[in-house]
């Protein structure tokens, strides 16, 4: 059974930094493609940042320079650093994985983030 389970949500003041970790069980990890989503209340869900299973990665524009997506294929981890927080950012921000080679998609149950002072 696959999970992905998200931490390291939290509040943080404007300015401020979190680190939120996905860690996933039951898939091969390496094989994934991995993102991190978002969604504030009365918004859809959007894509913050992915990560290919190679590395590549790709930002939304209003993250590029202040978030940073990594994965460690070893503890079958993503990472997103999130730094210089605006409130804006404010949402509760889910875990993806994505293989169109086996043709799967599954997402994490949510970790929140408040960005206020």
């Known amino acids: 059974q696959v999970q992905l389970v998200e931490s390291g949500g939290g509040l943080v003041q404007p300015g401020g930094s979190l680190r939120l970790s996905c860690a996933a ?10 993102g991190w989503y978002c969604q ?3 918004n859809r869900r959007e894509s913050v940042a992915s990560i290919t299973s190679g590395g590549y990665t790709s930002y939304a524009d209003s993250m590029k320079g202040r978030f940073t997506i ?3 294929n070893v503890k079958n981890t993503v ?4 730094n210089t927080l605006k409130p804006e ?3 509760v921000y ?3 994985a994505n293989s169109a080679y086996w043709n799967r998609n599954y ?3 949510g970790t ?6």
């Not at 990472?79 to 999130?82: G, H, N, P």
């Not at 929140?112 to 002072?117: F, H």
């Open 25 to 34: 069980s039951g898939m091969i990890f390496s094989g994934y493609a991995m």
């Open 40 to 42: 504030a209340p009365g």
């Open 70 to 72: 990594s994965r460690d």
């Open 79 to 82: 990472y997103l650093q999130m």
């Open 89 to 91: 950012d404010t949402a």
């Open 94 to 96: 889910y875990c993806n």
């Open 107 to 109: 997402w994490g149950q």
């Open 112 to 117: 929140q983030v408040t960005v206020s002072s």
